[in-house]
């Protein structure tokens, strides 16, 4: 198994850093969400930096709550955790009995843990059933989506899911395959796919089967939705100087979290006037002006960095 690297580790513990100064200079008692959990590297680091600061972890996936639990024990009190999907944020904060955060941290996607497990069916490199749940507890399998979805609705989803060129071709095989017997196979998947892209094609961009495991991946997790619905509550919770930092592993995600910071950080005022009028005023101003990427030793040292995409913003007004 790989070993588990944090993502921009630093370049977030940096960005969240002076929020929970300023928290400490007004004498209070930062706390932060990690609303992705995972094995807990970015809550670890936090925690050591700043002795008073408390994290709330919240994550969907009991195997990484446990796993992250445990590394994180020593931390006691200080240390939180919500079995949780992050949309339900607010929910969470309040149940721990706080009403505002000073920092939030989003690291979206698959996570190392869910990669690594073979039987979890995210990795088409490995043989497993089609599971693709980050919550193995409740919801839709994959498997279950291949074989009950009516052929449109599975090209909608390779498409706007996946950005498949070649969802109808793909979708046609899998159609064919499971009339005959159940998709209930990782490398069985893989392989159709593989078989319905053109040659020519196939000899780059990597793996075939990528697009398809993630679009199936996003609609088993509802992924998209949960990132729509959770980062405008996510804002709303920050007080005043709060900030809240984003990793995005992919375009989708990445376009929802860029509009919706440019769009709650962008004055109201009519443009011709000289001065923002107050009640136009933005309430959020970009930490981070576009997107940051990781460094070349970063990349060297973790390849799984490579998509990844930083945003970061910050609560000005009330």
Known sequence: MQQHISVMLNRCVDLLSPSIDA???????PVVVDATLGLGGHTEALLNKFPQLTVIGIDRDEVALDRASKRLATFGERFKTSHAVFDDIEAV????GYQKITGALFDLGVSSIQLDESDR??????????DMRMDRSRGITASEILNTYAPGKLVQILRAYGEEKFATRIVENIVKAREIAPLNSTTQLATLVKDSIPAATRRTGGNPAKRTFQALRIEANDEL????????????????????VVLSFQSLEDRIVKELFVEVSTSKSPRNLPIDLPEFAPKFALVVKSSETPSSEELQANPRSASVRLRAIERVAS
Do not use: Q
């Not at 904060?93 to 721990?96: L, N, Q």
């Not at 069916?121 to 089609?130: E, Q, R, T, V, W």
């Open 23 to 29: 928290a400490l200079l007004r004498n209070e008692k």
């Open 225 to 244: 939705g949960a990132i729509t619905r959770a980062l405008p509550i996510a804002l709303e919770l920050l007080e005043i100087g709060g900030r809240l």
């Open 93 to 96: 904060v309040h149940s721990h």
């Open 121 to 130: 069916g995210f990795s088409y490199s490995k043989d497993a059933p089609l």
